[in-house]
């Protein structure tokens, strides 16, 4: 069997996540972790005994034997990386949001596209094997002519004017931080279950704090609780904490999420519902085995996730069976799985979201920014 090398650029949260995952794949094995400082790569790489660690990204990029990266780094170097990957000839799994810009998430489907390389966006909330169950059951016509979506992706972890990361400054996020961060996820997620694009939105964003105290010297995503008054700066903030959305998908279904990351008490609540014709979905990430259907003239259930019982190609997106939970780090390898199919054999399907699938993320991104500033619909055909 032929094992893919692979690299992972950017070794916090994101790149421990990726880095396991892909480990856990079988055919893929990580040759190489990049990071600035380069010990912070090497802490991760005496974990997992990857022997490649270099502060330097652009060393690993053009290295012969890797052939496919992951960018797992803040979203401004999303763009310059992997353009100087694929234009070495590597196959791109990229985080989201896909980059700083629509502008230049065309340019990387498009040079992509033209060179025959594979690409994907990780949205890889849509790898629950429950999730998919609602996909199929959708598709089938179990509920019906969908009318209405609702939800929210709510955090805590910026709650406090001392919590800090670098996803709150645009320079290294973008001008969105909780509508690309996460909402991009839920977005994303309605769309791909319903087969329903969002064709308009009316959105509302908000900073909470117009200043933070930034910590003196990094910190990790979701860490930084326990330092010192001494150890921050006072900065002014540019993204926002919160956002409220409107939604028409299609012609007539309707729906609203908001999007936060100061909502005390929500750790990664990911929630949402689909309700058509015949019956309705809700499911919430913080349970991901639990599946509440919902109908008008007779009990509603709760089903817990059994690969015997998921609906049609649903249940290949499990691999432990019923009463064994699959998680958030089970999801990433799910779309691993499909995204390195394709890089040993070009004719397996596009089962996994991909550049263009970014693309219409930041399109959508730049379309809730326009309607929170302007205070107005937009449409987003």
Known sequence: ??????????????????????????????????????????????????????GD??????????????????????????????????????????????????????????????????????????????????????????????????????????????????????????????????????????????????????????????????IETFAGKTLAPEDYDEVTIDTEDFASVLVRLGDRCRGAYTVSQMSAGNKNRFEFEIYGTKGGVRWNQERPDELWLGFRNEPNRIIIKDPSLLAGPAAGFADLPGGHSEGYDDSHKQLFRRFYRRVVDPSQPVDYPTFEDGLRGMKLIAKVLESSANRCWVDCN
């Open 57 to 218: 990204w652009e060393q690993i990029v053009h290295h012969d034997d890797v052939e496919a990266v992951h960018i797992c780094t803040p979203n401004a170097l999303h763009y310059p990386m992997a353009m100087a990957a694929l234009k070495a000839g590597k196959h791109v799994l990229c985080e989201k949001p896909l980059a700083m810009s629509i502008g230049e998430a065309q340019e990387m489907l498009d040079y992509a596209e033209t060179h025959n390389l594979v690409h994907a966006t990780n949205h890889n909330l849509r790898y629950y094997p429950v999730v998919q169950h609602i996909r199929q059951i959708v598709a089938r016509g179990d509920l019906g002519d969908i009318l209405i979506v609702q939800g929210t992706y709510s955090q805590d972890w910026l709650l406090y004017q001392t919590d800090f990361n670098w996803r709150i400054l645009a320079e290294h996020n973008g001008a969105a931080r909780v509508v690309g961060d996460i909402g991009s996820h839920w977005m994303d997620m309605i769309q791909h279950l319903t087969g329903l694009p969002i064709t308009s939105l009316c959105a509302d964003t908000m900073i909470f704090h117009k200043t933070r105290k930034q910590p003196k010297t990094a």
């Open 1 to 54: 069997m032929h094992k893919i090398k692979t690299a992972v650029l950017g070794t916090g949260f994101m790149g421990r996540v990726h880095t396991e995952a892909i480990r856990r794949l079988g055919n893929v094995e990580v040759v190489a972790l990049a990071a600035s400082p380069a010990r912070e790569a090497r802490a991760l790489a005496n974990m997992f005994d990857v022997h490649y660690v270099t």
